[in-house]
């Protein structure tokens, strides 16, 4: 290569970044372009080591050129290394730092993604060609690491062959798509070109230069930076390595394959991107660009040409082009100028000398010009590349292909024929195949009608010979009207199965409508297969509603007369009805649901009007296919196919929900707002948000498991916290073994922007929802935090199809893949309800992991009468069918119309599968006539499903409430568009305009009146917000209505349920005269809106009732009627007590006094500290005291001194769960040394939190329970619990193991104290007896101290295995200090097997029944039996429903002989009441205006105060 001819070029643009000013001591380490035009650079500090990364654009309008669009400093890694960054996306960044791989949102600021991986990062780089892969290159290490750009998994690991001793890779360049090359710079300078399995295939150098500075890859050349900073070359890849694999150094490119050669400025970096050479200094930061047209010139071509072209190859090009010259040309650059200008070539096409280097042989040559000509932005032609000589040859081998292609066509053209005789012959037995089934269908149904007339027969039979025994048998049926009726019931059968046959789907949708079937049995009718057609459906709904029967059809004639099929009626149901007897067809007369049709209008009506039928000629059967249009003649339609629009939603539901809260339930998600939650009056949204656009966090795909949810309105703040339970796609068996992340997004008003914020909601995973609790209304999204390698989801495969007007149509088919739930399934079916349904759903199991192979969905047509248009084979990715709602496949069957058949089948094969797992296969046939929907009929059901309602009469009356000046205030409440605001005021009805506006857009809809009730409340018409409130509880009831239609009738329909509330003049008078909201609607419900009778409930539920709510689990409990001279109350053999001062209390009340049993509960800042006291609750809840009362708590701390600072905290239960405030109340607390006292002024469920001290120590016991044993037990299971050293929870205790759970006890307890230590604690256990043995790992267990110090109780299991058992069981449990070598405990057990037999006697802890008890257990029964007097089977039905029995026990309840004792009883088994807990009995009496039964139960309740166990 010449090095005279070697040009310099001259940068374009200089920028630098703010950041590099003197002294600053950053670096720059790497750089990356962005396909906008974007650079970014990444590097470190020197000194502190921080790291950054800068995104900038160069500008010349801008201080130093940058326009900088993102930059960010990093701290310092732990081992001081660089960074590196590449791009991912047009916003999106990966960038990598010693062992940490991130992924950045550069627009939205924040990290998306962050991964670790073995090793520490020396270079890194983005594949850009095929499936985008990122390549790190480890640091003194030959290894590249391979990760996904999706979720940044580690796919493989690439191992460099030929590095040396402490080689690395320090910069790194991917190119290619199918097979990636690795060209890399080393530690040591050399520049490598691997492929992607870490061979190399050779070592570039140039020029005798073999240290390299810098590398960048651009399509298929690899630019180099030589030693010195100032010489680049551009080496052309597929030439070097041209398929070959080398495995060491010693084949070095030499410069043989160099495009462009040239000289700049000295830098350190080098990138290229689009032919735009782009460069930087790594201590400067200086940037500059290269022009396009500079960097691939001619004058840069030169140098390498001249390297591959001798003299006297000049001279032969020369002559070759016949260039006249006064001396021979031997110079590279004077043929180049001759050729520039004769205008041969140019810069951007040297397509002329790239030909003649062909022609001349001169392939190297041939080579660098086309890979150069392949840079400019005009490429040229393909052909126009080769010689003359390979032109010539391609074109003898074309027409040597074309003449063995007309042989091929003439052997192609003789199958065909054969093909076709077969194909003939196929199509007639497949026709004569069809003709048998046919006619077993009928014989078939014909039979079944005979068996159901000889049942009928016989039960008759059986009925008359027991009304006339012993009477002669001449009254009795004859044995031929027997016979005739059989023969009647098989004709019937017979006549079915034609007249089905005849009906279309069109037909059978106007016959419904016409006969006002239920909606819901009309659209059982679009559900069809080869079986199962329209008609069938049909005529089993007229059986089922009466509407015809074996000896009357006039119905079924009068409608066929109706919709025109005088063919179907004349030729099947005349003659049939002409031999069904008078008398019987009298007997069996069904109610008349239409008129006969006018003569003169049948008359005037085409001779076949019927939309498709099939009529018996002479010449067979031919298909008569014609249409009626509204008032005009019949025409055949030839194929235009209706589109039926919908509207697909997303899920959403509003009510108004006030103080009493409400529950509201949309798509399988669950919103419970608990009473106190609102202040005031609220119209509270949910929508179900499945599919979206919006940027949400954690974009791991894999890890999201819940559609978003938006609460509406924005950002309402609530005194307590709503639960929300959202369904989940992930396939968790032990949810206990996962974790979940919630997101809460919060809506910036101004800038429509959602700001999320991460794991601030408490949450519970089960394993179909996760519940999630919030103060605020706004998105909620849940993430999965799961190790797991693999997970399985199952899919739901629902096949639909358009309608079409002629059976000589296209046909267009859909299939749906949705999650395996009846809310997603249902949903799809409500968007799709105009489309017909081929047949059931199937379901698919999907394995979802991190190199999942795609589903492929398999489509093929069986008949010849339908090929499919378009790919036959499409392949979805696993990631996104989790992730969407529902994933939608179309394709088209084309009526083949050279074939003619007498029945057109749709016969098409799906298949679902994944790689290496199962294939489910479906077949989806049905007769084209079953498709058939005319223009009329759609039009005719579609308004019948979208048919208003009150919604249209809402928008009119609220449109009348409107003048100009409102309608401009709500158009700016909704921002409406300037030009829609101006329309709407100059319009002379702007209210209805208005409202139109609103409705197309969507800002309002029948089931979303939110934003316009919001926007009312603004602009202050109250009046007309209440027409709002008042249509959405109208529209609440109606809900509810068709929720319990479609029930009755067995169809599945999405359940939208919400609590609905009254509201009137009576509520305002009620709430004026002091009672609450809750209780005023309440009494307004119970007393059917009279107002007299509302006010006496009211009056006496303030007199006499207390509200007692339920805890978790089961609890101490006691209670006592106070008075305002103040008293106590005790729980029995316990210093649980609440010592009530004189005057605390305004009148007499039911306090009660409750120890909480939740073993799942936890007390305040629970894990954080010692659990030392149960959890109390003092009733009634809420209950505000003039003077504070004293709660004294036992705890099992030892204290030296009194201990004061002690937090008490309220919570509340919801969901069987405890919540507790965030903050603490300003009650007082001390820890005395046996129990703690704690100085309340409002009653409520109370927690406290005591610090951990280093010198406190916990008093704890510990008590063995075993199994009971039967003869053929082989394992027996010993619990060894531990507890906190205090009675109460040694009561509960002995009550759930002993007389609950049925165990026995082995020993008596033993204590011992727990300090803080931090050596381990053992359990060790032997076995005493030679028949019984102990697992080996569980002879000696390691005790969990962490779980005895924070938790009230915790439990070991040990499994005890037996053989031959016959004299006893013997044990020896205990546990040593480990320093002191003295007992913690030591059990020494050993139990005759005849007292751990199942039937032996429970050993109850309260064995001793009292007199008071025996007292207690008298009057209860006494209670029930007059409480039965007293309650009717009304008064116990509604009981039932106000104590939340559902709807199945309630009707037994009400239909039952004894109404009221099966009540009681029920109440008793769900332990919704007790001989100790009636409060909620109570309440339920007064509600439902029962005085005398409730002074009944208020009596016994203050004779009977005891302390006892809730729900024994």
């Not at 006549?495 to 069109?506: E, F, H, I, N, Q």
């Not at 069986?862 to 939608?888: M, P």
Request: a negative charge; glycine letters at 4%.
């Amino acid at each position: 290569m010449d090095s005279a001819m070697i040009t310099t070029l001259t940068p374009v643009q200089c920028a630098r970044t703010p950041r590099f000013t003197t002294g600053s001591g950053w670096r720059v380490r790497d750089m990356a372009l962005g396909a906008d035009g974007s650079v970014a650079l990444s590097g470190r500090q020197s000194g502190t080591w921080r790291t950054f990364i800068d995104l900038f654009f160069i500008d010349p309008d801008c201080t130093d050129k940058c326009r900088i669009i993102f930059s960010k400093e990093f701290e310092k890694s732990p081992h001081s290394s660089n960074r590196y960054v590449s791009y991912i996306s047009s916003v999106q960044i990966v960038t990598c730092c010693d062992d940490t791989i991130e992924l950045i949102n550069y627009n939205q600021q924040s990290t998306t993604l962050s991964r670790t991986f073995r090793g520490r990062a020396a270079s890194m780089a983005v594949s850009e060609e095929g499936d985008q892969h990122i390549f790190v290159g480890s640091l003194r290490s030959n290894k590249v690491i391979v990760f996904s750009s999706s979720g940044l998994t580690e796919l493989k690991t690439i191992t460099l062959t030929g590095l040396q001793d402490g080689g690395y890779v320090y910069e790194l360049g991917v190119m290619g798509a199918a097979t990636h090359t690795l060209c890399v710079r080393t530690a040591g300078y050399k520049a490598l070109v691997y492929n992607i399995t870490g061979d190399v295939h050779t070592e570039l150098t140039a020029m005798n230069n073999t240290q390299a500075w810098s590398i960048a890859v651009s399509s298929e050349l690899m630019m180099v930076l030589w030693f010195g900073g100032t010489l680049i070359t551009a080496h052309h890849i597929p030439s070097i390595i041209g398929g070959g694999r080398h495995s060491s150094l010693a084949d070095r490119d030499g410069g043989r394959h160099i495009v462009v050669c040239f000289k700049m400025d000295k830098s350190s970096t080098i990138r290229i991107k689009d032919n735009r050479l782009i460069t930087v200094d790594w201590s400067t930061g200086e940037v500059k660009v290269y022009g396009k047209e500079d960097v691939f010139s001619l004058p840069t071509l030169l140098p390498a040409l001249s390297s591959t072209i001798n003299e006297t190859e000049v001279t032969k090009l020369a002559n070759y082009f016949k260039i006249t010259s006064d001396q021979s040309i031997t110079d590279i650059r004077v043929l180049v100028q001759h050729l520039t200008d004769a205008g041969s070539i140019t810069r951007q096409n040297i397509v002329h000398l790239i030909s003649a280097c062909r022609d001349l042989d001169l392939r190297d040559a041939a080579q660098i010009l086309s890979s150069y000509q392949s840079k400019q932005k005009h490429n040229v032609p393909h052909g126009l590349l080769y010689s003359e000589k390979e032109l010539r040859e391609k074109i003898l081998a074309l027409e040597e292909e074309k003449r063995r292609n007309a042989v091929l066509s003439e052997e192609l053209l003789e199958v065909r024929c054969s093909l076709k005789n077969t194909s003939d012959d196929l199509r007639q037995s497949q026709n004569d195949h069809r003709q048998a089934q046919m006619e077993m269908a009928e014989e078939s149904k014909a039979l079944a009608e005979v068996m159901e007339q000889l049942k009928r027969i016989g039960g008759e039979r059986e009925k008359e010979t027991q009304q006339t025994a012993g009477s002669s048998t001449e009254d009795r049926q004859d044995d031929h009207t027997v016979v005739k009726d059989l023969s009647l019931a098989a004709a019937y059968g017979r006549l079915r199965v034609k007249v089905a046959d005849d009906l279309t789907l069109d037909d059978s949708l106007r016959l419904a409508m016409l006969l006002n079937l239920p909606r819901a049995h009309v659209d059982r009718l679009r559900r069809v297969s080869f079986i199962e057609t329209p008609g069938t459906h049909l005529l089993d709904m007229f059986m089922e509603q009466d509407i015809i029967n074996m000896f009357d059809i006039t119905n079924l004639q009068k409608g066929l007369l109706h919709i025109g099929l005088m063919k179907t009626n004349t030729l099947l149901l005349v003659p049939y009805q002409k031999d069904v007897d008078r008398d019987k067809y009298e007997r069996n007369k069904t109610d008349e649901l239409l008129d006969w049709p006018d003569p003169d209008d049948i008359a005037a009506r085409p001779t076949t009007p019927q939309s498709y039928i099939q009529v018996d000629t002479e010449e067979g059967i031919v298909d008569d296919h014609t249409t009626t249009v509204p008032g005009d003649h019949a025409t055949t339609e030839t194929g235009d196919r209706l589109e039926t629009p919908h509207h697909q939603h997303n899920p959403y539901i509003e009510h108004v929900i006030g103080q009493e809260g409400g529950t509201i339930n949309i798509a399988g998600t669950s919103l419970v707002v608990p009473a106190g939650a609102l202040e005031d009056d609220h119209v509270i949204g949910v929508e179900v948000i499945r599919d979206t656009d919006m940027y949400l966090p954690g974009n791991d795909d894999r890890s999201r498991i819940t559609p978003l949810i938006k609460l509406h309105p924005d950002d309402c703040k609530l005194s307590v916290p709503v639960c929300v339970t959202i369904p989940h796609s992930a396939v968790i068996p032990e949810p206990d073994q996962h974790a979940v992340t919630t997101y809460t997004g919060h809506k910036n008003t101004d800038t429509d922007e959602v700001t999320w914020e991460e794991g601030k909601l408490t949450s519970t995973l089960t394993s179909k929802t996760v519940s999630i609790y919030t103060n605020h209304l706004s998105y909620l999204l849940v993430n999965l935090v799961s190790n797991e390698t693999e997970q399985k989801h199952i899919i739901r495969v629902v096949p639909v199809v358009e309608g079409i007007s002629s059976p000589k149509d296209d046909v267009v088919m859909s299939v749906f893949l949705c999650k395996d739930t009846d809310e997603d399934y249902n949903l799809l079916l409500e968007d799709h309800r105009t489309k017909v349904r081929l047949g059931n759903y199937v379901t698919y199991t999907l394995v979802r992991s991190a190199a999942a192979s795609p589903l492929e969905l398999r489509v093929r047509s069986e008949d010849d009468a339908y090929s499919l248009i378009g790919e036959t084979l499409t392949k979805f990715d696993i990631e996104h069918v989790c992730r969407a709602s529902r994933v939608q496949y179309d394709f088209q069957l084309k009526r083949n119309r050279d074939i003619t058949v007498n029945i057109a089948i749709i016969d098409a094969k799906l298949t679902v599968q994944q790689s290496g797992q199962s294939a489910t296969v479906t077949v989806l046939k049905t007769k084209a006539t079953n498709l058939v929907v005319s223009a009329e009929t759609s039009q005719q059901y579609l308004a019948q499903i979208t048919e208003p309602g009150p919604y249209s009469a809402l928008k009119k009356e609220v449109a009348s409430r409107l003048d100009k000046d409102r309608c401009e205030k709500l158009a700016v409440c909704f921002e409406l568009t300037p030009v829609e605001r101006e329309s709407v005021l100059e319009n002379g009805e702007s209210g209805q305009l208005l409202m139109k506006i609103l409705d197309e857009r969507e800002l309002i809809m029948p089931n979303k009146m939110i934003d316009l009730y919001e926007g009312l409340k603004a602009i202050h018409l109250d009046k007309v917000a209440r027409l709002i409130l008042s249509y959405m509880d109208t529209s609440d009831e109606e809900r509810k209505q068709d929720v319990a239609e479609n029930a009755n009738q067995g169809n599945a329909v999405m359940k939208d349920s919400v609590t609905p509330v009254h509201r009137d003049e009576e509520l305002r008078d009620l709430l004026d005269e002091g009672f609450t909201r809750v209780d005023a609607t309440l009494a307004l419900k119970l007393s059917s809106r009279q107002l007299g009778l509302a006010r006496q409930i009211l009056q006496l539920k303030y007199r006499h009732i207390d509200s007692v709510p339920s805890s978790p689990g089961y609890y101490l409990h006691s209670e006592e009627i106070l008075t305002s001279l103040g008293g106590f109350v005790n729980l029995e053999d316990t210093v649980a007590q609440i010592h009530m001062p004189s005057g605390a209390l305004s009148e007499d009340r039911i306090i009660s006094l409750g120890i909480v049993d939740a073993p799942d509960a936890e007390g305040p800042l629970a894990g954080r500290t010692p659990r030392l006291s149960p959890i109390i609750r003092c009733e009634p809840d809420g209950l505000e005291l003039n003077r504070p009362c004293i709660l004294r708590i036992p705890h099992c701390a030892l204290v030296r001194n009194d201990q004061t600072d002690i937090d008490v905290y309220y919570g509340q239960t919801q969901n069987d769960r405890i919540g507790w405030n965030n903050v603490p109340s300003d009650a007082n607390a001390t820890m005395k040394s046996s129990h703690l006292e704690v100085v309340l002024k409002k009653l409520g469920l109370i927690g406290l939190h005591a610090a951990d001290h280093p010198d406190m120590r916990k008093r704890l016991r510990v008590i063995p329970f075993i199994s009971r044993m039967t003869d053929d037990t082989e394992t027996l299971t010993v619990s060894v619990w531990f507890y906190n050293d205090e009675d109460t929870e040694h009561k509960i205790l002995m009550h759930n193991e002993v007389s609950r759970s049925g165990r026995i006890l082995l020993h008596h307890p033993e204590s011992f104290t727990l300090e803080r230590m931090k050596k381990s604690m053992y359990l060790s256990v032997r076995s005493t007896n030679l028949h019984c043995s102990l697992p080996e790992e569980e002879r000696r267990i390691e005790i969990n101290q962490d779980a005895l110090w924070l938790q009230g109780r915790h439990r070991i299991d040990l499994h005890l295995r037996i053989t031959d058992m016959t004299d006893e069981v013997g044990l020896d449990i205990s546990s040593l200090y480990w320093w002191k070598r003295t007992d913690h405990f030591h059990f020494r057990i050993n139990k005759n097997v005849k007292e751990l037999r199942a039937e032996s006697d429970s050993l109850d802890p309260f064995p001793v029944e009292t007199s008071k008890h025996k007292d207690m257990v008298k009057s209860f029964r006494k209670l029930r039996l007059d409480l039965s007097r007293c309650i009717t089977a009304d008064t116990a039905e509604h009981l039932s429903r106000t104590m939340g029995l559902n709807k199945e026990t309630t009707s037994e309840i009400k239909h039952s002989r004894e109404p009221a004792i099966l009540l009681l009883d029920t109440l008793i088994d769900s332990s919704l009441i007790s001989m100790t807990h009636l409060s909620p009995l109570e309440k339920a009496l007064v509600e439902n205006s029962n005085e005398a039964a409730a002074s009944l139960v208020q009596e016994f309740r203050k004779t009977n105060r005891t302390s006892y166990l809730w729900n024994t």
